[in-house]
């Protein structure tokens, strides 16, 4: 792979892999920061081995690599890319300012981005709808997402399911086809009204 300057896309993925500070699937990346990592930019990424990437189940997940932490270290101090627009010019002379404020306390990145702490059940079960689905907006059953969700029970995990669907990128659903429910799916159901729902969907940011 050529030594080549990155581009505003992969910038940007590298960005956001630091300030996540920890593996990430493509569909939370989308639904967190607007965008995901596949094609080109992934290629590009993974062999420069700025970023490892892995199937988990079916959507990528992505880390930054050793290679792509000192990256984004240097990148701190670096020159602003050219042709950038102002939000990008900005960007970079807060980039400056971080990077001048760790120089100064003798600090690295580890010591300023943690991975987030998910501190509600909305927050685990968005975590596992991530997991399960490939793209944002995929239907994930409720079968799954149940049985990934350790130590919480079913009333609690109706009640956070109920608060989700407030969002409106977010559908639960009922499976069409009806014939193809199991016991457990339909055990998994969420009722809505005089509905069972089988399939939850959370779409992007």
Same mark, same amino acid.
């Given at each position: 792979m050529p030594d080549r300057k990155l581009g505003v896309k992969e910038r940007a993925v590298m960005f956001a892999l630091m300030a996540e500070a920890r593996k990430i699937s493509n569909p939370e990346l989308s *639904? #967190?920061?607007?965008?995901? #990592? %596949?094609?080109?930019?992934? *290629?590009? $990424? /993974? %062999?420069?081995?700025?970023?490892?990437?892995? @199937?988990v189940g079916r959507p990528y997940v992505h880390d930054l690599t050793d290679k792509g932490w000192r990256w984004c270290a240097d990148e701190l101090l670096a020159d602003r890319p050219a042709g950038a627009d102002s939000l990008g010019k900005g960007f970079?002379?807060?980039?400056?300012?971080?990077? @001048?404020? +760790?120089? @100064?306390?003798?600090?690295? $990145?580890? =010591? $300023?981005?943690?991975?987030?702490? #998910?501190d509600t059940l909305e927050d685990r079960i968005r975590a596992t709808y991530d997991k399960l689905a490939t793209d944002p907006g995929d239907y994930v059953s409720l079968t799954d997402l149940r049985r990934d969700l350790n130590g919480a029970t079913r009333v609690e995990v109706d009640e956070a399911l109920l608060a989700l669907n407030r969002d409106p990128r977010v559908d639960i659903a009922p499976n069409e086809d009806q014939?193809? +429910?199991?016991?457990? =799916?339909? /055990?998994?159901?969420? *009722?809505?009204? *005089?509905? =069972? /729902?089988?399939?939850l969907s959370i779409g992007s940011a």
């Open positions: *639904r #967190l920061h607007g965008f995901v #990592l %596949d094609g080109e930019e992934r *290629r590009v $990424l /993974n %062999d420069k081995g700025l970023v490892d990437s892995k @199937r970079y002379a807060v980039l400056a300012g971080l990077g @001048r404020y +760790l120089d @100064r306390a003798e600090l690295g $990145l580890a =010591d $300023l981005f943690h991975p987030r702490e #998910l014939e193809s +429910l199991t016991r457990q =799916d339909r /055990n998994a159901a969420l *009722r809505i009204g *005089r509905q =069972d /729902n089988h399939l």
